[in-house]
């Protein structure tokens, strides 16, 4: 008797994109939210009375949420598929931007930015899972990326119309706003997004993996731990900045006004976001490719943070601070391409969650700790190059980290791709 077919590939084509498209709204959203602090954060020191350390509490709470989520939800997107996952996700995000929106004091504030990161905490590995359930391998890289270019877009766009509402509409009825367009998305992806093509697979076709065995899996397998250096060496940067302290660096550390500094931000993150899905196409190609671009990409990450924290007499000149935060928005962005294709390597496509949730996490919990630290640095007296030393040396580690898995691999191992 011959051996068994090998399973079929999504299909991919116009609903998988309808699908997606759904999905990733749903993900624009939440970036939307993570990062809205920051256009508020002086306005929000001013309503709540807190100083710097506490403020960055805020954010960093609702991200210590998200990362604390990571594998728990990957084996939820594993197991209850991405409808479900998303569906939950937009009621808690749309609860606590109204709790945050109505909130008295900073208790109530902390605990509607917990809500958002509950809510958050699914959404991407599940938009991932569409991505993986929907369409072919070779195209993963590719919608990998474009996911990461929405999320870049929302992450600009909660900048400009969130601080023009804030001062048009006022705190509460400018963040009751974006939660109730937060619930418009629930009705959307409960009458268009459906967990996979065609009908489920019989009862026992991928049989579940027990929580710490699916987590030993990934683990044990070299693309999640490439991916993993990946994204801890690239994603914090620009995510520290965006999610709270690009916009005081700007204006009180380089001396931006406040309007230049949030069009300076959302100029750079909107301008950069052409890289990802171009890289994400010639991935898919060749993905031989990647070794060469991760390294080449953590080593000028590395360089520029340098600068900014070693520059004699002070901050860099504005051109060169401009410089580092194209560099480090454009790592932002090339991040989803590299880091989740990394991820997928020796794995099936069932079981990518809990891959992709590692590497979200390892990401997410270095932009945690640098951006606490920053605050700290801060409140203590500590100017921004002080305050940035914590990013700067957790991503030349994850750098060399990263370079260090990169080439030992054995020849050719750089472009294996999983058996289906």
């Given at each position: 008797?011959?051996?068994?077919?090998?399973?079929?590939?999504?299909?991919g084509?116009?609903?998988?994109?309808?699908?997606?498209?759904?999905?990733?709204?749903?993900?624009?959203?939440?970036?939307?939210?993570?990062?809205?602090?920051?256009?508020?954060?002086l306005e929000?020191?001013?309503?709540?009375?807190?100083?710097?350390?506490?403020?960055?509490?805020?954010?960093?709470?609702?991200?210590?949420?998200?990362?604390?989520?990571?594998?728990?939800?990957?084996?939820?997107?594993?197991?209850?598929?991405?409808?479900?996952?998303?569906?939950?996700?937009?009621?808690?995000?749309?609860?606590g931007?109204?709790?945050?929106?109505?909130?008295?004091?900073?208790?109530?504030?902390?605990?509607?930015r917990?809500?958002?990161?509950?809510?958050?905490?699914?959404?991407?590995?599940?938009?991932i899972?569409?991505?993986?359930?929907?369409?072919?391998?070779?195209?993963y890289?590719?919608?990998?990326?474009?996911?990461?270019?929405?999320?870049?877009?929302?992450?600009?766009?909660?900048?400009?119309?969130?601080?023009?509402?804030?001062?048009?509409?006022?705190?509460?009825?400018?963040?009751?706003?974006?939660?109730?367009?937060?619930?418009?998305m629930?009705?959307?992806?409960?009458?268009?997004?459906?967990?996979r093509?065609?009908?489920?697979?019989?009862?026992?076709?991928h049989?579940?993996?027990?929580?710490?065995?699916?987590?030993?899996?990934?683990?044990?397998?070299?693309?999640?731990?490439?991916?993993?250096?990946?994204?801890?060496?690239?994603?914090?940067?620009?995510?520290t900045?965006?999610v709270?302290?690009?916009?005081?660096?700007?204006?009180?550390?380089?001396?931006?006004?406040?309007?230049?500094?949030?069009?300076?931000?959302?100029v750079?993150?909107?301008?950069?976001?052409?890289?990802?899905?171009?890289?994400g196409?010639v991935?898919?190609?060749?993905?031989?490719?990647?070794?060469?671009?991760?390294?080449?990409?953590?080593?000028?990450?590395?360089?520029?943070?340098?600068?900014?924290?070693?520059?004699?007499?002070?901050?860099?000149?504005?051109?060169?601070?401009?410089?580092v935060?194209?560099?480090?928005?454009a790592?932002?962005?090339?991040?989803?391409?590299?880091?989740?294709?990394?991820?997928?390597?020796?794995?099936p496509a069932?079981?990518?969650?809990?891959?992709?949730g590692?590497?979200n996490?390892?990401?997410?919990?270095?932009?945690?700790?640098?951006?606490?630290?920053?605050?700290?640095?801060?409140?203590?007296?500590?100017?921004?190059?002080?305050?940035?030393?914590?990013?700067?040396?957790?991503?030349?580690?994850?750098?060399?980290?990263?370079?260090?898995?990169?080439?030992?691999?054995?020849?050719?191992?750089?472009?294996?791709?999983?058996?289906?």
């Open positions: 008797m011959g051996a068994a077919p090998a399973p079929l590939e999504p299909p084509g116009a609903r998988a994109w309808w699908v997606w498209g759904i999905g990733v709204a749903v993900y624009f959203l939440a970036m939307f939210h993570r990062n809205g602090l920051g256009a508020a954060a929000a020191q001013e309503r709540f009375d807190v100083g710097p350390a506490v403020l960055s509490m805020l954010p960093m709470l609702q991200l210590l949420v998200y990362v604390v989520l990571q594998v728990p939800t990957g084996l939820l997107a594993d197991r209850v598929g991405p409808r479900a996952s998303l569906t939950m996700g937009l009621v808690a995000m749309a609860s931007v109204a709790l945050f929106a109505l909130a008295p004091g900073i208790e109530a504030a902390i605990a509607g917990v809500l958002i990161g509950l809510g958050d905490a699914v959404t991407f590995l599940n938009v899972r569409l991505a993986a359930l929907w369409f072919p391998r070779s195209r890289s590719l919608v990998s990326a474009l996911t990461g270019v929405v999320g870049g877009l929302g992450q600009a766009a909660s900048v400009a119309p969130l601080s023009f509402a804030l001062h048009g509409l006022g705190w509460t009825w400018a963040f009751l706003l974006f939660s109730g367009i937060t619930l418009l629930l009705l959307l992806v409960l009458l268009v997004v459906r967990d093509p065609g009908p489920a697979p019989a009862r026992g076709a049989p579940p993996v027990r929580a710490w065995a699916a987590v030993r899996e990934a683990l044990a397998a070299h693309g999640p731990r490439l991916g993993m250096a990946h994204h801890a060496a690239v994603m914090p940067p620009f995510t900045l965006g709270l302290w690009g916009y005081p660096f700007l204006v009180e550390g380089v001396g931006f006004s406040s309007a230049a500094a949030g069009a300076l931000l959302s750079v993150g909107a301008g950069v976001l052409w890289i990802s899905p171009l890289l196409a991935v898919g190609r060749r993905p031989g490719v990647r070794r060469p671009l991760a390294t080449g990409l953590v080593v000028l990450l590395s360089a520029a943070w340098l600068v900014v924290v070693c520059w004699p007499g002070g901050l860099p000149p504005a051109p060169v601070v401009v410089a935060l194209v560099v480090s928005a790592g932002s962005v090339i991040a989803p391409a590299l880091s989740f294709d990394f991820a997928r390597d020796g794995l069932e079981r990518t969650g809990v891959a992709s590692l590497v996490m390892s990401g997410f919990l270095t932009t945690v700790v640098v951006t606490v630290a920053a605050g700290v640095v801060l409140e203590a007296g500590g100017g921004f190059q002080a305050a940035f030393v914590p990013v700067t040396a957790t991503t030349a580690l994850a750098g060399a980290l990263l370079a260090l898995l990169l080439w030992r691999r054995p020849r050719g191992g750089a472009s294996a791709r999983p058996a289906r």
